[in-house]
């Protein structure tokens, strides 16, 4: 009693703990919290909640609230693997600041300059084919074309495309098979050419038309072009972000 100064300062600490305490058991529902439950009832069910929802959604984020605290509080969010991930989801969308809006056309541009070939269109092939079952079936078939017969009229069923037109060696892998579209470079263009292998049989196949790799017309997809460039800025911001945290821990492989 007789150190008034030490008294006041002990008064002033509990003082303070006992309004951090209050402080953290405070739940406040402010016309901010009621239209974050409103907005996200609307994202979910398309409408306005009537007085009635409302205050049955606010009861219930108010009790997930005090949930959520205890859990907190109590420790249950350590070492939780699927609470861990969702908390780095959550940091990494706020590092990945990017506003779309600063994004101008000399952006985009300069982003499709720099990245054409990944909006290059792969070379195509239009082409004709024959099928035969047998490989011994394909030279008779050979001198019949040499003597004018009608390609359409040759060969055995089947349920395959005759024609291809601008596909590419991936699109011709997807219907003939891998074996056919690695023997692309062997056609000769309006010659047929065989036995060509597939795991269906053989083909005695016409290149048509090749067309070379070109690039796409930035006009007609320039919404792609903005997308990735977003995506580039974003995975840039992130990666700053990430450098900036390396400065402050320290890491220790045992």
């Known amino acids: 009693m007789r150190m008034p100064v030490l008294w006041f300062a002990i008064i002033a600490v509990a003082l303070f703990a006992i309004d951090s305490y209050r402080t953290q058991d405070s739940i406040i529902v402010d016309g901010l919290v009621k239209k974050q439950i409103s907005d996200l ?3 979910q069910m398309g409408q306005e909640p009537n007085q009635d929802s409302l205050s049955l959604l606010v009861k219930r984020w108010v009790r997930e609230e005090m949930f959520y605290r205890e859990a907190v509080r109590l ?3 350590r070492e939780d ?4 991930r969702r908390l780095v989801q959550k940091l990494e969308f706020l590092a990945q600041d990017v506003d779309d809006e600063l994004v101008t056309e000399a952006d ?3 982003y499709y300059e720099a990245n054409h070939k990944k909006y290059l269109l792969p070379t195509r092939y239009s082409l004709s084919q024959v099928y035969f079952m047998n490989k011994e079936d394909l030279k008779p078939a050979e001198i019949m074309l040499g003597n004018g017969a009608d390609w359409q009229d040759l060969g055995d069923p089947t349920l395959l495309l005759h024609s291809l037109l601008e596909k590419d060696q991936e699109q011709i892998a997807a219907i003939l098979g891998l074996d056919f579209s690695g023997q692309l470079g062997d056609l000769v263009e309006k010659k047929w050419i065989g036995p060509v292998s597939s795991s269906f049989g053989y083909h005695l196949v016409r ?6 790799a070109t690039n796409v017309p930035l006009a007609e997809i320039k919404n792609k072009v903005l997308g990735d460039l977003l995506f580039d800025r974003r995975e840039a911001s ?3 972000f990430y450098r900036g945290l390396q400065d402050q821990y320290t890491v220790v492989y045992e």
Do not use: H
């Open 81 to 84: 693997t699927i609470i861990r």
């Open 41 to 43: 009832w609307v994202a």
């Open 238 to 240: 992130l990666e700053t």
């Open 108 to 110: 985009i541009e300069a």
């Open 207 to 212: 290149l048509d038309e090749l067309i070379p």
């Open 75 to 77: 420790g249950l969010s």
